[in-house]
């Protein structure tokens, strides 16, 4: 085995890997401590973070015991996402045009997930869908972000959860975008020295990922003056 | 290309956009940052300024009136003093110029009160017609002073109503007295009309003149300070107080006003609906 694949692996399993409880760490610590923010959308946002820990644990283990879990991705990845956005969705008012422009990404998801899938066959990542995600984030969370600059209020943006919440997956959307349209490409032609390295950098994006939605249950409730 | 090469590009590509993320989300929070401060510093400069604006008014009522007070007393006196027919003419002009300019104090000041909302109504009950008799006499002699018309007609007020009749009067007053100092020739009509129903009486007064008339942007006279004609070669002096401050009252008795252009000249009214009382409740 090459020695770069083994220390890619143990900085993968030993380090990066144990990141994906940073944000139920958070959400934990901010029930024991107390006196944090807990916007309306929050409960729903725990259920879907618990669910996607869950699925990523699953894909761990079946990964560990050298089984193909590519299709558990093919089946779990698009009901996170629809989670995520139903969350986004939560985050702001209702009215009939966000219904549609969220609804119709969602849709577009779907569709992403199910010609992804005969694309790239049950034994490799389903590109389409993932490169479709990202781009979702990145869009809905840069015109969420701007809103919430020109939004007349007096609270700093970096005391909202909601400001973490889109960062995070602003940073995710646009830190996997090029990863996630070209990991096939790499499983093809990257030699088994080198393969693991574009996920360890991966893993380095949905770590600053995490931290940010962790954030996201550790903000302050505001204190009067 | 080698594979090294693409991997190095592939991080390369990935470390260059987190990073341009990374920046674009510091801009984000710091231009935010700097437009919350920017509205606070703004919000205590207000709250300074509104500070500095209560203490001139609490200044003003001593400052400004109480000397005007004790000049025109004074002049009272001086007229009572036997003075030459030279000296009484200069007392006059001293007494009107004392008169014109407590008027433009109080109205400064029932402006300031207006604008913060201290200005209260002290309604009574009051048999209007009285006032109206009052102000048809001051104005018509002032209206006949510069050769113009006067005419006055209001209905016989059998019933009180229940108003602060100071300030209404105080009202019509200012709309008499534009009407005669913005018309140079022709005449003035003062008419009031009064619709009693279920104890409520609708009054409406109007004030028309043959005036030089209204200028094309006049909503804005409604603002404080406002003019006409603005220029130092104008016909008439004053501070443009009186209009707002009609505007002010009556938006406080709950009224109406308006105006209109006429062919020649200007309607200006003010509608406004009163309680009224049987006679006997004047006592």
Known sequence: MPKSFLICQFILNNVLDPLVLLPMLGFAWSRIRGGFERPRWIGPFVMVVAFDLLQGIVFTAMAYRHLNNQWFRHVFDPLVFLGILWILF???????????????????????????????????????FTSVMSLAFLTFCTFELRRMLLLDDAIPLERQPVFWLYTGLLILGSGTLIFNAISNYFLHVLPKSLILIPWVVMSCVYSIHYVFIAKVFLCRNPTSS | ??????????????????????????????????????????????????????????????????????????????????????????????????????????????????????????????????????????FGQSALAKGLGFEARWPPMDRPVLCDAQRLEQIVACLLDNAVAFTPRGSIHFRVEGTVHAERCALRIEVEDTGIGLPDDWARLLQPFEQGDASLTRARCGLGVGLPMVAGLVALMHGRLGFERLPIGTLAWVEVDLETRSTEALG
Not at chain 2, 48 to 54: A, F, N, P, V
Not at chain 2, 119 to 130: E, I, Q, S, Y
């Open chain 1, 90 to 128: 939560l985050t702001q008012p209702s009215s009939r045009r966000r219904r549609w422009q969220y609804f119709s990404c969602g849709a577009v998801g779907i569709v992403a997930a199910v010609v992804g899938f005969s694309l790239n066959t049950m034994h490799f990542r389903n590109a389409l």
């Open chain 2, 1 to 138: 290309m080698q594979e090294p090469h693409l991997v190095l590009i592939f991080f390369l590509t990935t470390v260059v956009v987190v990073m341009l993320c990374w920046l674009a989300l510091f801009s984000l929070v710091h231009a935010k940052g700097r437009i919350i401060r920017t509205q606070r510093e703004m919000l205590e400069a207000e709250r300074r300024l509104r500070l500095k604006h209560d203490a001139f008014t609490q200044n003003a009522h001593h400052e400004l009136r109480t000397p005007l007070q004790v000049i025109s007393g004074n002049l009272e006196m001086l007229r009572l003093m036997d003075p030459s027919p030279d000296q009484e003419k200069v007392i006059a002009q001293a007494i009107g110029a004392t008169q014109r300019l407590t008027t433009l104090v109080q109205r400064l000041l029932d402006l300031a009160a207006l604008a913060d909302g201290t200005l209260k109504l002290h309604p009574a009950l009051t048999n209007l017609g009285t006032h109206f008799a009052v102000l048809a006499r001051d």
